[in-house]
């Protein structure tokens, strides 16, 4: 009996997996990272700094009505939305130059390892299986990095900016966010499963459609000899509209 087509295997838990990431593919690259890094610093002072020069506008335009004072503001704030924009734009060129040479290594690395097994491996599984997984397989290391970089460079440094900003401008605020947060994090977390199993079925979703297509191509004289066609859909791992089936 042919076993399932693409059996979730979970030899490595989350942990294990990015740190493998990291070591792999981060190391060898810490030069770009980096420099990625330093660009997401310098994007997050400018987040921090646009968010003080806002406040200190509104203050000064109906508080002091200050027009010079606003004119010079709005000058260094346009100033600083372009450094912003720039810095975003460098980075985000490094991360896709980053992410096609992680690419490019992973489907060789796949490629190279799927020919060192036996007849008895490629017999037990579907074509498609390895389609995807040199496609979408061979990509998900590139996002993984990529969200990882973005979490701890981006966002945990456009956190800490605004976070500091808020702490200078309202400190009362800022206890109570100091207060509520962690009850946020065990959402967070709860969330987290939810994305991994979601991904998963996302994945094997994308591989069954590849089989059906796959199996349907190499097989259309006989699907439409015997009006194969609603077996067909049903066998397809996406619900059909109403006007298709009709």
Request: hydrophobic fraction near 50%; charge should be positive; aromatic fraction near 10%.
């Amino acid at each position: 009996m042919q076993k399932r087509l693409f059996p979730r295997t979970d030899t490595y838990n989350s942990f294990v997996l990015i740190r493998r990431l990291l070591t792999e593919y981060g190391l060898v690259r810490w030069r770009h990272y980096t420099l990625v890094f330093a660009l997401m610093g310098v994007g997050a002072l400018c987040t921090g700094l646009a968010a003080y020069l806002m406040g200190d506008v509104v203050n000064r335009a109906f508080d002091r009505r200050e027009l010079g004072a606003v004119v010079q503001i709005g000058v260094m704030a346009f100033g600083v939305f372009t450094l912003r924009g720039l810095v975003l734009y460098c980075q985000a060129v490094m991360l896709s130059r980053i992410g096609n040479s992680i690419i490019a290594e992973n489907q060789l690395r796949m490629y190279s390892k799927l020919l060192q097994h036996n007849l008895s491996f490629f017999a037990e599984r579907h074509s498609s299986e390895f389609l995807a997984r040199l496609s979408t397989g061979a990509l998900a290391a590139t996002q993984v990095l990529n969200l990882l970089i973005g979490a701890l460079g981006r966002d945990l440094l456009t956190l800490i900016s605004l976070v500091a900003v808020m702490a200078v401008q309202d400190p009362v605020m800022s206890l109570v966010v100091f207060v509520i947060g962690p009850s946020i994090m065990i959402f967070v977390k709860k969330l987290t499963r939810r994305i991994r199993a979601i991904a998963h079925n996302q994945w094997s979703s994308g591989a069954h459609s590849l089989f059906t297509l796959q199996e349907t191509l190499q097989g259309v004289r006989i699907v439409k000899a015997f009006t194969l066609e609603p077996t067909m859909r049903s066998a397809y791992p996406t619900r059909w509209p109403a006007s298709v089936n009709a």
